[in-house]
């Protein structure tokens, strides 16, 4: 991988990192694009709504950024996924936790098209791992594989305020 190369990977995480961890301002919950969210609502003073928890996946060429919070069983977050030298996928994910599974929809863009992929996490303590997408070969479309073990790894990192 030449010089350049490793600059602009460098570069996009660096961007996308900050990019996913910056909500906008007055806002202080991760499902900020709810239209319902108010700001002195007391679902977001509780300290179970202010938990929210930031992971990253890197690989040499490619990241993913996924903050979310559990409130009630309720999963809200963010979750962006950025190839080397592809359109990345950038979006929503909301869903159930149930036991130490995150079961959620991610409600993504990309190509300039809205797109929705069932995903499935697995949190233990301050571990996170997803289950990887296989292609549906009568669809051409992606799914989660059900038959995978929650094999991606994800970091812990401490999220922006």
């Known amino acids: 991988m030449n010089k350049l190369s490793r ?26 694009a ?4 108010q700001s002195n609502s007391a679902a977001v003073d509780t300290p179970e709504s202010l938990n929210e928890r930031c992971f990253i996946y890197t690989t040499k060429a490619d990241s ?19 190839p080397f030298e592809k ?6 994910i909301t869903g159930m936790k149930r036991g130490d599974t ?4 991610w409600d993504f863009m990309q190509e300039g098209m809205r797109d929705t992929l069932h995903t499935m996490f697995l949190l233990q303590g301050n571990t996170l791992k ?19 073990t929650f094999s991606i790894l994800y970091k812990p990192v401490a999220c922006s305020k």
């Open 64 to 82: 993913s950024f996924v903050n979310f919070t559990v409130v009630n069983g309720r999963v809200t977050g963010k979750y962006s996924w950025i």
């Open 102 to 105: 995150l079961d959620v929809v």
């Open 130 to 148: 997803q289950r990887p997408f296989r292609v549906n070969q009568q669809t051409g479309r992606q799914q989660t594989d059900q038959h995978a």
């Open 7 to 32: 600059i602009l990977i460098i570069s996009m995480g660096t961007f996308m990192y900050y990019g996913c961890h910056q909500l906008p301002k007055g806002k202080k919950h991760a499902n900020w």
């Open 34 to 37: 709810d239209s319902t969210f």
């Open 87 to 92: 359109d990345s996928r950038t979006g929503t």
